[in-house]
């Protein structure tokens, strides 16, 4: 299975008020973040990571890559600087890159940290994933019913957990 994800932001106290998560402080987001990562995503899965893992340096963003399952992809975001730190490790992802196209279950896929006005494949059912704006879940309902095949992947927008290509093919199927 894929799936993805984005903004993280791990060990970020600010980014709770900031977006109006569920949390009382950056320890609680960090458990339930891994604790809903991990019961949905299998050591077998592939995740793509579209930036903003964690803007707390190198050690802390090992930490918490290695307590989450999977074959970790990162699409690079505005708060990723700790991959360019000499103290981190990049085997801890499968792949590190700036933009990326797969195609799963006949679907393209547009990845980028970035939502896009127009993408590759933009009129001919490609899906644009993006997280960056911490949108909520009404943004991707505006999305669909507006005819846009947009997609916001980070946790704000997915109940604070990752989302597989195959829910995110269905919810513009339905």
Same mark, same amino acid.
């Given at each position: 299975m894929i799936y993805f994800t984005a903004d993280l932001h791990f060990y970020h106290?600010?980014?709770?008020?900031?977006?109006?998560r569920p949390y009382h402080s950056a320890e609680e987001m960090n458990q339930d973040l @891994? %604790?809903?990562?991990?019961? $949905?995503?299998?050591?077998?899965?592939?995740?793509?990571i579209l930036g903003d893992v964690t803007m707390k340096g190198a050690d802390l963003a090992a930490a918490c890559l290695y307590a989450l399952q999977g074959k970790k992809h990162l @699409? %690079?975001?505005?708060?990723? $600087?700790?991959?360019?730190?000499?103290?981190?490790?990049p085997s801890l992802f499968v792949s590190i890159q700036d933009y990326k196209e797969i195609t799963y279950?006949?679907?393209?896929?547009?990845?980028?940290?970035?939502?896009?006005?127009?993408?590759?494949?933009?009129?001919?059912?490609?899906?644009?994933?993006?997280g960056h704006q911490h949108n909520h879940k009404d943004y991707n309902l505006e999305q669909r019913k507006n005819g846009v095949l947009r997609y916001d992947?980070?946790?704000?927008?997915?109940?604070?957990?990752p989302v597989s290509a195959s829910e995110i093919i269905q919810f513009f199927h339905s």
């Open positions: 106290d600010k980014i709770i008020r900031h977006t109006q @891994i %604790r809903k990562w991990n019961r $949905k995503v299998s050591l077998e899965d592939e995740v793509y @699409i %690079r975001g505005n708060h990723d $600087k700790f991959v360019d730190s000499e103290l981190f490790e279950l006949n679907t393209h896929f547009i990845l980028f940290h970035y939502p896009l006005v127009e993408w590759n494949g933009y009129r001919k059912g490609a899906i644009m994933l993006h992947v980070g946790v704000d927008a997915n109940h604070m957990e």
